[in-house]
């Protein structure tokens, strides 16, 4: 889904979180070698493969390796593409990584060529990725990185007998930034969700930038015209991060200029039937003004079935064309 990148753990987590317990610092504790662990019982097995186009695969990280080379790719789009800050251990290891690498799910999009010859090319593995946060494993660990900036908590106790998924992280390699491997991303994602059974997918994703005035059309224009219906609306920006997106009269905001003005991928969201949760958060150490989606199932337009595959089925179309 979104582009959402980690911030330090003592200013995403707040009070009302209900994560599990932290160290001194106000992180979750993710013990040396969570990592390793988690990924450890899958390396006999084979990795699930959603989907392929030419040289191009799309697929669930199946080892430590796989997981290490998307982290690589994140720091190479977040710290050395985008306007991120890395910390200190970030830069030292090339990584994007945190607690929740351990215990979220990894979609690759994976260049099967490259890899072949990546010791001598330094080419990279991964292009694309998605990291995948189910609630049943957000609640047995540090809940979901979202509620860092969103009080979530009223909209899950609200909707309990849905499944909820987080996404976030999400971003490809500039020389792979295409249809083909956006689409095969997409593949991943939507066979991942119909295969666990989600009903909403929620998370963050981004305008670059730090000054929501400079996005005042586009933030506007989701807050009259995209913003959650009461039944979503429960959750919002929590207050000391709230930023209004309310910035300018219905009278002034110029539809076509606001869609132009929007994220590729905020845009995609919104063609699938997401909702904008209340509230603009700014993200100082990325340099972004982030937005909350809320994405659920049955809200996506049936005609994108015919091309991703219907809610009630297993394999990806993609998979079959392969």
């Not at 351990?102 to 998605?130: E, K, M, N």
Request: include cysteine; aromatic fraction near 10%.
């Amino acid at each position: 889904m979104a582009i959402e990148r980690s911030r330090t753990f003592s200013e995403r987590f707040g009070p009302r979180n209900f994560l599990r317990p932290r160290n001194g610092r106000g992180e979750p504790r993710a013990p040396l070698g969570m990592l390793a662990r988690s990924y450890l019982h899958e390396r006999k097995t084979e990795p699930r493969v959603y989907g392929q186009v030419g040289d191009l695969e799309v697929r669930m990280a199946s080892s430590l390796k796989d997981v290490r080379l998307a982290q690589r790719m994140r720091f190479d789009v977040f710290y050395k593409e985008m306007s991120a800050t890395p910390s200190f251990l970030a830069e030292l290891r090339r990584r994007d990584e945190d607690p929740y690498d351990a215990i979220c799910d990894h979609l690759l999009v994976v260049d099967r060529a490259a890899s072949s010859q990546w010791q001598a090319t330094r080419r990279p593995l991964v292009v694309g990725t998605y990291r995948l946060l189910r609630q049943d494993v957000a609640l047995k660990h540090f809940g979901f990185y979202t509620q860092g900036e969103y009080d979530i908590a009223p909209m899950l106790a609200r909707h309990p007998s849905l499944r909820f998924l987080e996404v976030g992280r999400s971003c490809v390699l500039k020389s792979y930034r295409n249809r083909r491997t956006l689409e095969l991303l997409w593949h991943g994602l939507w066979t991942y969700v119909r295969e666990q059974r989600i009903d909403v997918m929620i998370g963050c994703a981004s305008f670059e930038g730090t000054d929501p005035r400079a996005h005042a059309m586009a933030l506007s224009f989701l807050h009259h015209n995209a913003r959650a219906p009461d039944e979503w609306r429960c959750c919002a920006a929590h207050p000391h991060l709230h930023q209004s997106m309310d910035l300018l009269p219905v009278g002034d905001i110029d539809a076509k200029a606001a869609l132009k003005a929007l994220p590729p991928l905020i845009k995609g969201y919104l063609r699938l039937g997401a909702f904008i949760g209340d509230g603009a958060v700014i993200d100082h150490q990325f340099g972004t003004t982030d937005v909350l989606i809320i994405l659920p199932v049955k809200n996506i337009d049936p005609r994108y079935f015919e091309h991703f595959g219907a809610p009630d089925e297993v394999k990806s179309r993609i998979a079959q064309d392969g």
